[in-house]
């Protein structure tokens, strides 16, 4: 039932695109605040905005940027304190960083991966629309 309205209202914005998709006001876009008022007095047409900045693709990451960031910072302090036993390594701190990029890379990847499947599996949508 969820996905024929869907399916309707993404019919309805494809005849008329110019009359259901809009641009945020300056204040929404600032304050990031839902267009209730017009949600409740058109609640049977759909309303569509553009997404200037994509932030759509911001989101996969939900709010983990800063545990990633904290991880990264863990994940650099502990390989300069290990290679500093070491005495063949020349750049600690290059090491570290390297190796915080290679698993930030692998960690972030591993998150759209299976994020994009999450959704996929739960909104219907195959994957290949979610590029």
């Known amino acids: 039932m969820m996905t024929k309205m869907m399916q309707s209202h993404l019919e309805l ?19 990031n605040i839902a267009p209730t008022e017009e949600l409740k007095e058109k609640a049977k047409t759909p309303i569509m905005y553009k997404d200037k900045w994509a932030s759509f ?16 910072v863990c994940v650099l302090s502990f ?5 500093r036993f070491n005495t063949g390594v020349e750049s600690k701190i290059m090491l570290g960083v390297l190796v915080t990029y290679i698993l930030d890379s692998i960690l972030v990847y591993m998150r759209k991966y299976f994020g994009r499947r999450n959704l996929a599996k739960h909104t219907m949508v195959d994957e290949a629309f979610l590029i």
């Open 57 to 72: 693709g911001n989101t996969f990451l939900m709010g983990m940027d800063f545990d990633f960031l904290m991880l990264d």
């Open 13 to 31: 914005v494809k005849k008329e695109p110019k009359r259901y998709i809009r641009d945020r006001h300056v204040i929404q876009r600032l304050l």
């Open 79 to 83: 390989i300069e304190q290990t290679a």
